[in-house]
């Protein structure tokens, strides 16, 4: 069966570092779509980030040049580094997991098969 548990979430001022942590099992992880999305209260969801079956990543347009994802594959780990966070990066973070079809993942993190629990952020100004 396969889960993912997300950690790492918590309170910090604008300015501020956070880095999420997301522990999947019962896959292999290499072989997956890994992601992020992230929802604020009455916010649509919200893509943050994607990396693919081959390390290839992207990122959502609020965030890019302030958060990175990346995975060890040896801990079946999920990583987003989140560097430089304004008070609207607030919400809930939630990783997502998709074997996707072929070598094609899922077109947002948010249409993947498996998602944890979530981890709330919060930036304060």
């Known amino acids: 069966q396969v889960q993912v548990a997300e950690s790492g979430g918590g309170s910090v001022q604008a300015g501020g570092s956070l880095r999420l942590s997301c522990v999947a099992s019962?896959?292999?992880?290499?072989?997956?779509?890994m992601g992020w999305f992230r929802q604020a209260p009455r916010k649509e969801r919200e893509a943050v980030a994607t990396?693919?079956?081959?390390?290839?990543?992207k990122y959502g347009d609020t965030v890019k040049g302030r958060f990175t994802i990346s995975q060890d594959n040896a801990k079946n780990t999920l990583y987003l580094q989140m560097d430089s966070l304004k008070p609207e990066d607030s919400a809930m973070y939630y990783c997502?997991?998709?074997?996707?079809?072929?070598?094609?993942?899922?077109?947002?993190?948010?249409?993947?098969?498996?998602r944890g629990q979530g981890t709330q952020v919060t930036v304060s100004s």
């Open positions: 019962g896959l292999i992880f290499s072989n997956y779509c």
């Open positions: 990396i693919d079956h081959f390390g290839r990543t």
């Open positions: 997502a997991a998709d074997m996707g079809f072929g070598f094609d993942c899922p077109v947002t993190p948010m249409e993947s098969k498996y």
